[in-house]
C-alpha cells in the first residue's frame, strides 16, 4: 500500500516561504535605487551580499499582508457570499441554503514505499485533494444545526445565520500562520434591486418603515430582493496529465430561470443574470487565475462581482459583522502596496464602474474605529473606475460631487473652488455621509440604504495627479485589450485623499479591511463583463 504524503501542505509551506523571501524585497522606484550600481561593483568584486546590503538599511521592507502571497499556493482557499441592497441576506433562495460557501482543499501525493528507481509506475501515481468543505457544508440554511455546533445557533435570524455559517467555513478553512491564522479570498456578489415597501433597508443605519416607490432603486415587484441560486464545481485535478487544478462557482438571481444547474449558462444565448467565478492554476506553478463573468438582465440591471481580500477577524469593509477573509494584517495607510495582474476581456457596457481598486474601511465621524453602532459608524470607500466610459461628474460647475480639496503628493492641499488648480477631472464622484453634523456646502449625500451605516465614497478616475503612487494616468490604461500588472502605492494614494472627519478630533487610522477588485454594472440591463484577476499581494512595510 502507498502511504499518502500531504503535499497541500508542503507545497504551500515551500511556496509560502518562497514568495516571503520574494516578497521582502525593496522597491524599485525607492530613492536608494541609485546606490545599486555600486551595490553591485561591491558584490562583484567579492564583498559578502549582507555588507552591501546594508548600505541599504534606510529603504523600507515589505512583507506580505495576506495569506497567499501572489495567488501562488496550490492547496486553494475560496469562498463567496452575497449581500442585498443594504449588505444582508434578506431572504434565502429556495434550496441554495444561506448565501455563504467555500472550496478549500489540502493535496495529497501517493508515494512508494521503496526508494526503487525502476518503479516505473511511481511516476503515475496520482495527487489526491481531499476537500474541507462538504457540499452538506455549504447547503447549511436557517434552521440547520451547525456540525459541532449549538442548536440554538439554527434559530437565528437568516442575516446572522449567514454570519455564523461564515464562521463556520472559516474554521474548516483555517490555515494557521502568522501573525494571524487565515481563511480564503471571498467572492462577493451583491444585487442592488431594493423593494422600497418592503422595509428591509435602515436609512443611514436608522430602522424605516416602507417607503413610495423610488425610481433610483430597481425593483420588478415582491420579492426583487433575493439572493441568487448558488451551483459549485469543486476543485478537481483535470488536463492530460491531471496537473491542472480547476473549479467554479456560478448561477443566477432570476429564480424563475432555473431548471438545474446545466441551465444556466455564460452562452449568449442565455439572457438571464448570470455570474461565474472559475478558478485555474497548474500544480505547482504559476498563480491561480480567477476568471470573472457577470451579466445583468432586465430584472436585475444593477449587479456586483468582486474578488475580495477582507480581514481575517473584525468587520470587513461594509459589514457590520465579523468577517472572515485573508489579510492576515489589517493594511493602514500610508504604509502599503498592492500588486496584481488584471485582464479586462468584457467591459460590461457603459455603467459598468470597472473598480481597478475598491477599499473599504469603517470609522466614526469623531476618528474613532467603528465598534458596530450603525447609527455611529461610517463606511469609507474608495474605488478608481478605469472604465473610459465614466467620466468626471466633479466639476467647477458641481461642486457637489467634489471633496473640498485635493492633497498633493507634496502635501500642498488646493480647495475645489480653486478652478485654476484642482483637478477636476480626476475625480468622477465625491459623496458625504449622511450622519455628519458640519459639511462644507455644496455637498451631495450619499445613498442611506446601500449599507447598514452612513457611508462616504471616494470615486477618481485615471488621471496625472494619480500618476505618482503607480495608478492609472489616462483613460483606457489597463482596460479591455490592455491587460497590466499593477503595483499600486494604494496607502499613500488613500492616505491622501479627503474624507470627511469633525474638526478637532484626531485623525482617524486608515485602515483597509476590504481590498476588492471587479465591478459594479450599474441599472444596465443585458451587459456583460469578464475579467481575470491573478499574482494578488497586498505588500506593507515592516516595522
Ligand atoms: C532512498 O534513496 C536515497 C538516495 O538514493 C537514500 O538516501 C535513502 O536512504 C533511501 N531511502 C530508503 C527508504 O531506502
Ligand atoms: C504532459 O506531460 C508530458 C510529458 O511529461 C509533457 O510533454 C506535456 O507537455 C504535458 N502536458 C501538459 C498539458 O502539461
Ligand atoms: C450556445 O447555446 C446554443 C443553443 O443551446 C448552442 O447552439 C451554441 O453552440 C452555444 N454556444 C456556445 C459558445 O457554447
Ligand atoms: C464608451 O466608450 C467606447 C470606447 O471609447 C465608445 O465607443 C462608446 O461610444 C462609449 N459609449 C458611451 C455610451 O459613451
Ligand atoms: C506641490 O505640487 C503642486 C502640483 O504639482 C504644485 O503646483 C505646487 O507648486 C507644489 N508645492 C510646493 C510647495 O512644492
Ligand atoms: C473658497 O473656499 C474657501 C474655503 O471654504 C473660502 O475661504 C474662500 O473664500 C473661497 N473662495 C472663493 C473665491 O469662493
Known amino acids: 500500500m502507498p502511504k499518502l504524503d500531504k503535499v497541500g501542505s508542503h507545497i504551500g509551506m515551500a511556496s509560502m516561504k518562497e514568495s516571503r523571501q520574494k516578497t521582502s524585497f525593496r522597491f524599485l522606484n525607492h530613492p536608494h535605487i541609485r546606490h545599486l550600481p555600486i551595490i553591485f561593483l561591491l558584490l562583484i568584486s567579492g564583498w559578502k551580499g549582507t555588507t552591501a546590503l546594508s548600505v541599504n538599511d534606510a529603504a523600507p521592507k515589505y512583507i506580505s499582508a495576506v495569506g497567499d502571497p501572489g495567488m501562488r499556493r496550490d492547496a486553494l482557499r475560496v469562498a463567496i457570499e452575497s449581500w442585498n441592497q443594504c449588505n444582508e441576506v434578506g431572504e434565502e433562495a429556495p434550496s441554495m441554503g444561506s448565501p455563504r460557501a467555500a472550496d478549500c482543499f489540502d493535496i495529497y501525493k501517493a508515494s512508494p514505499k521503496t526508494n526503487d528507481s525502476r518503479c516505473s509506475l511511481c511516476k503515475l501515481l496520482p495527487y489526491i485533494l481531499v476537500h474541507r468543505v462538504t457540499e452538506d457544508d455549504n447547503r447549511l440554511g436557517l434552521g440547520d444545526p451547525f456540525p459541532g455546533g449549538h442548536l440554538a445557533e439554527a434559530g437565528l435570524d437568516v442575516n446572522h445565520y449567514a454570519v455564523l455559517k461564515e464562521l463556520y467555513l472559516g474554521a474548516k478553512c483555517q490555515v494557521e500562520d502568522t501573525p494571524s491564522p487565515w481563511h480564503f479570498w471571498m467572492v462577493m456578489l451583491k444585487s442592488g434591486n431594493m423593494d422600497t415597501f418592503a422595509a428591509k433597508c435602515p436609512r443611514n443605519g436608522h430602522r424605516v418603515g416602507p417607503l413610495g416607490p423610488d425610481a433610483s432603486f430597481p425593483c420588478f415587484g415582491k420579492g426583487c430582493m433575493n439572493q441568487p441560486l448558488m451551483y459549485h ?286 465591478t459594479e454594472i450599474f441599472k444596465d440591463p443585458d451587459q456583460v463583463a469578464e475579467w481575470t484577476v491573478s499574482d494578488f499581494d497586498i505588500l506593507v512595510q515592516q516595522k
Open 233 to 518: 464545481d469543486y476543485t478537481t485535478l483535470q488536463g492530460p496529465n491531471l496537473t491542472t487544478l480547476k473549479g467554479r462557482f456560478y448561477g443566477s438571481w432570476d429564480l424563475d430561470s432555473n431548471s438545474g444547474s446545466s441551465s444556466i449558462s455564460s452562452n449568449s444565448s442565455y439572457s438571464s443574470s448570470f455570474y461565474e467565478v472559475t478558478w485555474k492554476k497548474e500544480l505547482g506553478k504559476g498563480s491561480w487565475v480567477f476568471h470573472h463573468v457577470l451579466r445583468t438582465s432586465t430584472k436585475y440591471p444593477w449587479l456586483m462581482l468582486y474578488l475580495r481580500s477582507d480581514v481575517t477577524s473584525g468587520f470587513s469593509g461594509g459589514y457590520h459583522y465579523p468577517t472572515r477573509g485573508m489579510s492576515k494584517i489589517i493594511p493602514q495607510s500610508p504604509n502599503f502596496k498592492v500588486r496584481f495582474t488584471l485582464n479586462v476581456i468584457r467591459g460590461g457596457g457603459p455603467n459598468s464602474q470597472f473598480y481597478l481598486m475598491d477599499m473599504g474601511s469603517c470609522w466614526k465621524n469623531n476618528g474613532l474605529p467603528c465598534d458596530g453602532d450603525v447609527t455611529s459608524d461610517v463606511t469609507r470607500y474608495s474605488e478608481m473606475i478605469i472604465n473610459p466610459n465614466t467620466t468626471a461628474w466633479c466639476h467647477p460647475d458641481n461642486l457637489n460631487v467634489c471633496p473640498p480639496y485635493h492633497m498633493f503628493p507634496n502635501g500642498t492641499r488646493v480647495h475645489r473652488n480653486e478652478t485654476s488648480k484642482f483637478p477636476y477631472g480626476a475625480y468622477h464622484l465625491y459623496c458625504s455621509p449622511g450622519n455628519a453634523d458640519h459639511l462644507e456646502a455644496p455637498y451631495s449625500l450619499c445613498d442611506p440604504y446601500s449599507n447598514p451605516q452612513p457611508q462616504e465614497i471616494v470615486q477618481i478616475l485615471p488621471h496625472p495627479v494619480w500618476g505618482e503612487y503607480g495608478y492609472p494616468t489616462r483613460q483606457g490604461q489597463g482596460w479591455v485589450g490592455d491587460p497590466r500588472t499593477w503595483e499600486l502605492d494604494v496607502g499613500r494614494l488613500s492616505q491622501s485623499l479627503y474624507f470627511y472627519q469633525d474638526s478637532g478630533t484626531p485623525p482617524a487610522r486608515r485602515q483597509w479591511m476590504s481590498i476588492d477588485l471587479g
